[in-house]
């Protein structure tokens, strides 16, 4: 008797059973075998023991998983050629027990009407941290896991309770979380939830855009706020990259209506320290301002994107700000690209700003946000004091520190040495520095970046002199990399607009699809780009139908069965093709973020051991063995030991297969051969052989890295040979097809 003795019979006899875990499980839920005596007759009487659920097969997912990041390398695309550091970062110890109360007890007390009273109240400048969300985008490409900010949450939570709010979603978080990471977003939002209780979290909301590059219809905005408030989010940072207020009336209402805080943000271009720059003055930034007050927002929020703000346009504009609204709290975003962020936000600060946005100093920087540790050390002592003890800053640094290490294949510092203060100039916003960075370098520019950023400068001008700030900084970029590949000038362009093919995002931005700028659209660019194209007037959304949320559901149900959850509807609205891609992959590799962050970019080398919790409790052993040879279809079997037992799966070496192809170029002094304006995909051919093409026809719409071009016909005639289907990968100049006069 007794469940020893039990357990040895069963192990003897069932031996071969025993990869049989559900059975076992049911043995261990067994009430007879659990409260009273057993015997060799218990199985027989128990027929119930091999009613088995089937198990889900997690494990074996992410064997396929692994197994493939050892054949094949990372599934994400890796920009830089590093490995993640073999170094773990060391978590400061945190004792048990609740942590300390913070501004998100006084929300959940006092709503955001009182929080906004709170904020306003206290005594010295409070921080936000952007370590979570714009720090990371900015520095590495957006690319840190949740496996990494779970771990230094309760750290956090403890330490840093005083913040004013936590920014850890929103931007390019939630695309690329799905995109890159294979993760869901959502879940981030409610896992950080569970280990921060007390300090609020902040995201940023596109306007009319949600957390997309396209306007939403209405209803989908408003939704989106509900589901992300009640999964935990408290502040929404509103903006739209025009400032066009309908777009933002749009987005403060969606947040309002959910219950968030809202904070209006004026996306800040120009400098209103220089009198020769009239188009972004300081009367244009009061005047938006009074718009966002009298809308009801509770924070008023100064968006400067690029790091353009000058301590003494800082004065100026937070100066002004605070004399016409003494109630309202001011918070101060910046960048550190030119490397003035901190005497900037000291200024703001000194001038009357309430909070200003850090990130942790090993984090902060260039085009990140700046150092927290200088701020706090600066501030010490004066009226300005954050309350932060500088320890702490050392911990939490010393953490993100040795965690940046993993995400070396995404870090800028690769190539990126140092800011730069031609930022006045370009007027880049940080992020997307760091992104054209990456491109210029991915598309075989990288000895061009001072050309791209000329060009931005440029196509800035030629646009209008936008405000730039996604997704209109995009915009802007797209045309700038037009400009560099084709060899065009500013002049060429204006002179050539109406024979030129035109980035599709630039096309869409003329025809009005996000918004009306500042000052109106640039003439006669905008008529020689879109000729006949339709406009459209005023607020993009407005137009739209409203979304079928439960047609979107039903949808998804059908095709991924029925553990939809309210939150995938949403990502589905956001980003339909992200995420049908995301459950796809979740589907053939499982849940790849258990996985540390080395495994999931890097794998294990053969006979490293090592843990992966499933969920709490639910721990699996695996050790990589061996890699078997390629066979004849072009596989290799990968051996691995999982919780003791051997386990292997064939993963298609692509590497192996992939044969060399080469592609005709097309010769510029043959008339009627039409080349790829630039390395990319093709997405669609429009024409086939035999027909009949206008001069500017479309013929042909290619994707490079987010961007859309859609190559257009030099001439009138006839397709003669077509050399290119949908999905083929083009370098620059491959031939697409031929056209006879
Ligand atoms: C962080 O908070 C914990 C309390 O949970 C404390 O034990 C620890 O000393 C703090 N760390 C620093 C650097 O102050």
């Given at each position: 008797g ?5 357990i040895?019979?069963?192990?003897h ?10 059975f076992?499980q049911n043995?261990?839920s067994?009430h007879?075998f ?10 027989d009487?128990?027929?119930?023991l091999?009613?088995?659920?089937p198990?889900q097969n997690r ?5 396929h998983?692994?197994g493939?990041v050892m054949v ?10 590093a490995?993640?550091?073999?170094i ?6 945190v004792t048990m027990?609740?942590p300390?109360v913070?501004?998100r007890?006084?929300l959940?007390r006092d709503?955001p009407e009182?929080?906004a ?5 206290h ?6 941290d ?7 985008q900015s520095?590495l490409?957006?690319r840190?896991r949740t496996?990494d900010l779970?771990?230094?949450s309760?750290?956090?939570s ?6 004013y709010?936590?920014e850890?979603?929103?931007?390019a978080?939630f695309?690329?979380?799905?995109r890159?990471?294979s993760e869901?977003?959502w ?6 939830r569970?280990?921060?209780?007390n300090v609020?979290?902040q995201m940023l909301l ?8 396209t306007?939403y219809p209405d ?8 589901v ?6 408290d502040i929404?940072r ?7 207020v309908?777009?933002m009336l749009?987005?403060?209402?969606a947040a309002?209506?959910a ?7 004026i ?5 209103v320290s220089?009198?020769?720059?009239q188009k972004y003055?300081l009367d ?9 007050v ?9 968006k400067?994107?690029?790091?353009l703000l ?6 100026l504009l937070?100066?002004?700000l605070r004399?016409?609204?003494?109630d309202?709290p001011i918070h101060?975003?910046t ?5 003035a ?10 001038a009357g700003?309430?909070?200003v946005?850090v ?7 260039m085009?990140?946000?700046p150092?927290?540790?200088a701020?706090v050390?600066?501030?010490?002592g004066?009226?300005?004091?954050t309350g932060?003890?500088?320890e702490?800053?050392?911990d939490y640094?010393e953490?993100?520190?040795?965690a940046?290490g993993?995400?070396a294949p995404?870090?800028?510092?690769a190539?990126m040495k140092?800011?730069n203060?031609?930022?006045y100039?370009?007027?880049i916003?940080?992020?997307?520095y760091t ?10 520019l990288g000895?061009k970046?001072?050309?791209v ?8 001008k030629?646009?209008?002199d936008l405000?730039?700030v996604t997704?209109?900084s ?5 045309l700038?990399?037009?400009m560099?590949?084709?060899?065009l ?5 204006e002179?050539?607009?109406d024979e030129l093919s035109?980035?599709?995002?630039v096309?869409?931005f003329?025809?009005g699809?996000?918004g009306?700028?500042h000052?109106?659209f640039?003439e ?8 006949s ?5 005023g ?9 079928d949320f439960?047609?979107?559901?039903d949808?998804?149900r059908?095709?991924?069965g029925d553990?939809?959850t309210?939150?995938?509807?949403m ?6 093709k992200?995420?049908?891609e995301?459950?796809?992959f979740?589907?053939n590799?499982g849940?790849v ?10 794998g294990?080398?053969i006979?490293?051991e090592f ?8 721990i699996?052993?695996i050790k990589?063995?061996?890699?078997g040879?390629l066979n ?11 919780n003791g037992?051997?386990r292997s ?6 590497v192996?297969?992939k044969?060399m192809?080469?592609?005709p170029?097309?010769?510029k ?7 790829a304006p630039m390395p990319g995909?093709v997405l669609?051919v429009?024409?086939?052989v035999?027909s009949?093409?206008e001069?500017?026809?479309?013929l042909?719409v ?8 859609v190559v257009?016909?030099?001439m ?8 290119v289907?949908?999905?083929a990968?083009?370098e620059?100049?491959d031939l697409i097809?031929?056209i006879?006069?």
């Open positions: 007794g469940p020893e003795n039990f040895q019979i069963c192990v006899n069932f031996l071969s059973y025993v990869t049989n875990i559900p076992l043995v261990f067994n007879q659990l409260y009273s005596t057993v015997d060799t007759q218990f199985i009487e128990n027929p119930d091999f009613n088995l659920k198990t494990a074996q997912k992410l064997l998983y692994l493939h094949n390398g990372p599934t994400t695309p890796i920009p830089v050629k490995k993640p550091s073999s773990d970062p060391v978590i400061p110890p027990g609740d300390p913070g501004f007890d006084v959940l709503g009182g929080f009273k709170a904020v306003r109240n005594q010295g400048l409070l921080l936000m952007t370590t979570f969300r714009d720090a990371h520095l490409a957006t840190v496996h779970k771990k230094i309760p750290f956090v403890h330490n840093f309770s005083n913040l709010s936590l850890n979603w929103g931007g978080t695309d690329v979380a799905m890159f990471l869901c977003p879940k981030r939002l409610q896992e950080l569970a280990l921060i209780p609020p979290f596109r306007g009319a855009n949600a957390v997309g590059y306007n209803n989908a905005v408003f939704k989106f706020c509900e992300a408030k009640e999964n935990g989010m929404f509103v903006f739209d990259s025009l400032n066009y309908p777009n749009l987005g403060m209402e309002g209506s219950g968030g805080v809202v904070e209006a943000a996306s800040y271009t120009g400098d220089d009198p020769m720059r003055s244009y930034y009061l005047q938006l301002a009074d718009e966002l009298k809308a009801g927002t509770h924070i008023l929020c100064i400067d994107m690029a790091g000058k301590p003494e346009a800082s004065k937070v100066g002004a004399d016409r609204f003494p309202v101060v975003h960048h550190d690209t030119a490397g962020g901190v005497a900037a936000m000291l200024a703001c600060a000194e700003a309430d909070v946005d990130a942790v100093d090993s984090m902060a920087g085009t990140s946000q150092s927290m540790g701020i050390a600066c501030a010490k004066t009226k300005l004091d932060i003890a500088l702490k800053v050392f640094s953490y993100w520190e040795v940046r993993l995400y995404f870090d800028c510092t190539t140092s800011g203060a031609d930022v100039e370009n007027e916003p940080g992020g997307q992104n054209l960075h990456f491109q210029a370098h991915s598309m075989g000895n970046f001072k050309e950023k000329k060009a931005y400068a440029e196509a800035n030629l646009l209008g405000i730039k997704p209109s995009k915009i802007v970029g797209d700038a990399q037009f560099v590949q084709n060899d000038s500013r002049a060429e362009v002179e050539r607009a035109f980035p599709l995002s096309v869409e003329l025809q699809y996000i009306i700028p000052g109106g640039p006669p660019l905008r008529s020689k780009v879109l000729k194209l339709p406009r459209i007037e607020r993009p959304g407005a137009s739209l139908p409203p979304m439960k047609a979107l559901e949808g998804l059908a095709t991924h553990e939809i309210p939150e995938d509807v990502s589905a609205a956001m980003y339909p992200v995420f049908q995301f459950k796809e979740t589907a590799f849940p973020d258990c996985l540390s962050t080395r495994l999931f970019l890097d294990p080398k006979a490293e843990e992966v919790e499933l969920e709490r409790g639910k699996l052993h990589a063995l061996a890699l040879d004849k279809a072009g596989q290799r079997e990968v051996f691995f030991e999982l037992q051997l799966v064939l993963v298609k070496d692509t192996a297969m044969e192809k080469f592609h170029k097309a010769q002094s043959i008339k009627g051969q039409v080349g995909k669609e429009k024409v086939e035999g009949k093409v001069k500017g026809q479309p042909c290619l994707s490079a890295m987010k961007m859309e071009t257009n016909s030099p009138a005639g006839t397709v003669k040979a077509v050399y289907t949908a999905d990968s083009l620059g100049d097809l031929e006879e006069e």
